[in-house]
């Protein structure tokens, strides 16, 4: 009964392409969101979705483009890989939004640019 | 622009002590301050959520408090366990900023 999933676990690919990670949750939660945790372990937000819509983006870059096509799915796709996007990527989600209440963390996807 | 500090950065202890783990913040006109454990390769289980009203909120040996006007939270893990060894995320919600996280203090509990 895993409450929010991520595929894949791990993600090795060459620079320059275009890859998705997917995420699900089965908690009923109206919100999702998706962070980054570099290689010092410096876990920031990216992406906040709210009943379908997005409501933060954090500054990312264009070539990250996150999808939600029902409140239980939240998927991130990501043109032009490059060296810096590795990192592991980590899909979570809430009750409500902005940060108002608990939130539940997948497993991660840890993302290889080559 | 919120600042979250945890110190110390890592931490080992014998089995069966008691522990405090610190978070500093640096803008005190938070909503909200959460812990979070972090496993190695997994991802980040919620501890404790002290709302901005709260001054502690306890779970088992855990016990989080809020000082919200000096910025600090501190998590006292009573009765270490070497289950309890993760490393432990403090994060902090402003309102108008989304999570802010510190990086966490790495915990070591030895049998």
């Known amino acids: 009964d895993t409450a929010v999933s991520q595929t894949p676990k791990y993600l090795v690919t060459q620079m320059g392409n275009d890859k998705s990670i997917k995420c699900e949750q089965n908690?009923?939660?109206?919100?999702m969101y998706w962070y980054k945790q570099d290689s010092k372990k410096f876990l920031k937000i990216m992406f906040s979705y709210n009943n379908k819509e997005l409501i933060i983006n954090e500054t990312v870059p264009n070539r990250f483009s996150p999808k939600s096509p029902d409140k239980a799915h939240l998927n991130l796709h990501i043109n032009s890989l490059e060296l810096g996007d590795s990192a592991v990527y980590f899909c979570?989600?809430?009750?409500?939004?902005?940060?108002?209440?608990?939130?539940?963390f997948g497993p991660g996807t840890r993302l290889t640019v080559l | 622009k919120q600042e979250v500090t945890q110190i110390p950065a890592a931490l080992s202890v014998p089995e069966g002590e008691n522990l405090v783990l610190n978070c500093s913040f640096t803008?005190?006109?938070?909503?909200?301050l959460q812990w979070f454990r972090q496993d190695p390769g997994k991802g980040l289980t919620s501890l404790l959520l002290i709302q901005s009203s709260q001054r502690e909120q306890t779970s088992g040996r855990l016990n989080a408090s809020l000082d919200k006007s000096s910025g600090r939270s501190t998590l006292y893990i009573a009765a270490s366990q070497p289950g309890d060894s993760a490393t432990y995320l403090c994060a902090v919600f402003s309102g108008n900023t989304p999570l802010v996280f510190g990086k966490g203090t790495r915990l070591s509990v030895i049998a």
């Open positions: 979570a989600s809430s009750h409500r939004p902005e940060f108002t209440d608990t939130q539940y």
């Open positions: 803008d005190s006109a938070i909503y909200n």
């Open positions: 908690l009923g939660h109206d919100t």
